[in-house]
């Protein structure tokens, strides 16, 4: 089960998730990705701290680079490219 629902290219991450559903993991394609809503949450990639993601932020992750998405105050949404 995923920690998501998507519709279209948009998917979305509730402020009620339980924040050990929120793994790290690899995606198989490169993926270019826009925060369209979503406070508090942020990116943690590999072997680096996590940083702060907010509406309107564009974010590049390389195939296979290991990452996960950490929980925020409000419902996520992003647009995956």
Do not use: C
Not at 1 to 25: A, C, Q
Not at 47 to 62: A, E
């Amino acid at each position: 089960m995923k920690p998501y629902t998507n519709k279209g290219n948009v998917r979305t991450f509730s402020k009620n998730i339980n924040k050990l559903e929120l793994v790290w993991h690899q995606d198989k394609e490169d993926r270019h990705i826009e925060v369209l809503d979503g406070k508090g949450w942020q990116i943690q990639r590999d072997n680096q701290l996590p940083f702060d993601i907010q509406k309107g932020d564009r974010i590049f992750i390389t195939a296979n680079e290991i990452h996960r998405v950490l929980k925020g105050t409000t419902d996520l949404k992003i647009k995956i490219n």
